[in-house]
């Protein structure tokens, strides 16, 4: 059920910044566009051949597979119409930051409920994929795998409670770094650059570094003190970094995991 193909098509409810991203991704890895179907009344240029409805009731069929990709605040109204356009045995895989499998299932039951947490990287087949499904199930997980590879890295989550966790680390997190690299070029243009010139810096330093910390078997915190020459620039930089950094990025993982938990209620949003 998780090999998706034009007689096994699978279904995205919701096609925005998310869902484009992930479409993207498995199109770019050699996917068929026609084994998708987009239910999104906005979704605009999508790559040939991926069939699209604004409406649910107009999809047809029932899809064996689906993706749901709307936001967490919009589900409650929309789970009738999902429930009427997937298969009552389906896979439903939710990228919804926030929901609970337990929703999930009494919106739609009887089906298979993933949990999944991507970012835009999945867009270049670069997305840490964080997974949770809560019965175990080794031949879904081994599926699953299978069809996301295109997009990322898969990550078994154990505890559904730690999926806020892994959504403010790894899915808002891509915002968090581009705020880095903003702060970056601002800096450096502070310091007297060229603000296209600094951009380009900040983008290029940021990009050579996760690409050394990935390849290297060092850790991040040596690598750190390899550029780090004592009594140097570097060492004068870290001593006012340091002094604040971990910090701000533990309230800032905070604030987006206690929200993830404030979206796990729809009532008190
Ligand atoms: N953006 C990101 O980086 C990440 C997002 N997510 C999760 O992905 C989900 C989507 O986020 P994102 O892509 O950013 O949001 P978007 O608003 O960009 O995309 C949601 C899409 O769903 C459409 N939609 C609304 N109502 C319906 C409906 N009844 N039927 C079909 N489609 C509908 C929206 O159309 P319209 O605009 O008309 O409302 C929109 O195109 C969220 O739940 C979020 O938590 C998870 C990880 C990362
Ligand atoms: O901001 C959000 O709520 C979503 C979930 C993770 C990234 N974007």
């Known amino acids: 059920m998780t090999e998706i193909s034009r007689d096994n098509p699978l279904l995205f409810f919701g096609c925005g910044n998310m869902g484009r991203a992930m479409l993207d991704g498995w199109i770019a890895a050699g996917i068929d566009p026609a084994a998708f179907i987009v239910v999104d009344p906005m979704a605009q240029a999508l790559p040939e051949g991926v069939r699209h409805f604004a409406d649910a009731s107009m999809a047809g069929s029932k899809a064996r597979i689906a993706l749901v990709a709307v936001k967490p605040q919009v589900f409650p109204q929309i789970s009738n119409e999902l429930t009427d356009i997937v298969a009552g045995d389906a896979i439903v895989i939710s990228v919804m930051a926030g929901v609970r499998v337990e929703t999930l299932r009494s919106a739609l039951p009887g089906r298979k409920i993933v949990r999944l947490m991507p970012n835009l990287a999945a867009s270049l087949g670069k ?18 795998e299978k069809c996301l590879a295109p997009l990322g890295t898969p990550v078994w989550i154990n505890e559904e409670v730690l999926m806020d966790a892994v959504t403010a680390l790894a899915g808002s ?28 810096l900040a983008k290029a330093t940021v990009d050579g570094a996760v690409d050394l910390a990935i390849a290297s078997d060092a850790s991040p915190e040596e690598l750190a003190r390899r550029v780090t020459s ?40």
Request: proline share 7%; glycine share 14%.
């Open 230 to 269: 004592p009594g140097g620039t570097t060492a004068a930089g870290l001593e006012v970094l340091d002094g604040g950094l971990q910090q701000l990025i533990d309230a800032t993982l905070k604030a987006a995991r206690d929200r993830g938990v404030d979206l796990s209620k729809p009532i008190e949003q």
């Open 127 to 144: 997305s840490p994929l964080g997974l949770f499904e809560p019965d175990g199930d080794a031949q879904l997980r081994a599926g699953i």
């Open 173 to 200: 997190g891509p915002a968090f770094v581009y705020r880095f690299i903003d702060a970056l070029a601002k800096a450096g243009e502070s310091l007297g650059l060229n603000p296209a010139v600094s951009a380009t």
